[in-house]
């Protein structure tokens, strides 16, 4: 099935600079990658997502970059503010049991420090 | 975004006894819901699938008797969990999706507390 990984597990920056978190899959199946973030006791919130038949998405400061052929794709941030600082997980969407269903990495902690 | 609500945001209940949690979609139909447990600092682990009318699909490891999954209508899921020990105290969250899609709208999580 399909196999997410995510890095860094957590980042650090100072507000201003730009974050960028990174994430491979397995499944070369997979067509649908959605960012989500988390702040501390609440729901995951999609950001952004791409799909496998668009390399690059933007909205605002915030990128996704995709590259099918080497199965990765990253979350890019920039001018961070603090008010970005939460959980951020990338997902990949797989079939398994014949229901699509979103794989998620393991997160990353974003701090950004004023 | 599609919105999509919990109730209740969070709970404590006493060991063995059960406790209902609802997931409703609020401005869209959701065909298929997901129901997702989140241990501090740890990732979402998904529990089960359900689309409207019929049964839930339990991930591997998930016991179906203890964690009873109702998806009976295009905006609610309940999500039971029947006589509850302090290990299945955790952070319940539930998303939806619409038919056709693959967006998944988050709900924004029932804390339960097992004594």
């Known amino acids: 099935g399909e196999n997410v990984e995510q890095h860094p597990s957590t980042l650090s920056v100072q507000e201003g600079d730009s974050a960028v978190i990174k994430c491979t899959y397995s499944d070369s199946a997979s067509n649908y990658f959605p960012w989500y973030k988390q702040e501390l006791g609440k729901g995951p919130q999609l950001i952004i997502d791409?799909?496998?038949?668009?390399g690059e998405k933007k909205d605002q400061r915030i990128a996704v970059t995709l590259n099918k052929t080497a199965k990765h794709f990253s979350l890019h941030i920039t001018e961070t503010q603090p008010e970005d600082s939460a959980v951020y997980f990338c997902a990949a969407s797989g079939l398994s049991g014949g229901y699509n269903k979103l794989i998620f990495g393991a997160g990353t902690r974003l701090a950004v420090h004023p | 975004g599609a919105v999509v609500s919990q109730h209740p945001s969070w709970v404590i209940c006493k060991s063995g006894t059960s406790v209902k949690i609802e997931c409703r979609s609020l401005?869209?139909?959701?065909?298929?819901m997901f129901w997702y447990r989140q241990f501090p600092k740890q990732s979402l682990m998904l529990m089960a699938t359900s689309n409207e009318g019929s049964k839930a699909t339990y991930e591997q490891g998930v016991e179906k008797d203890k964690f009873l999954i109702n998806h009976a209508s295009l905006t609610l899921s309940t999500l039971t969990v029947t006589s509850a020990h302090p290990e299945d105290s955790s952070f319940y969250i539930c998303s939806g999706r619409a038919g056709g899609q693959e967006t998944q709208y988050f709900g924004p999580g029932t804390r339960l507390l097992v004594l």
């Open positions: 401005d869209f139909q959701a065909t298929t």
């Open positions: 791409i799909r496998s038949n668009v």
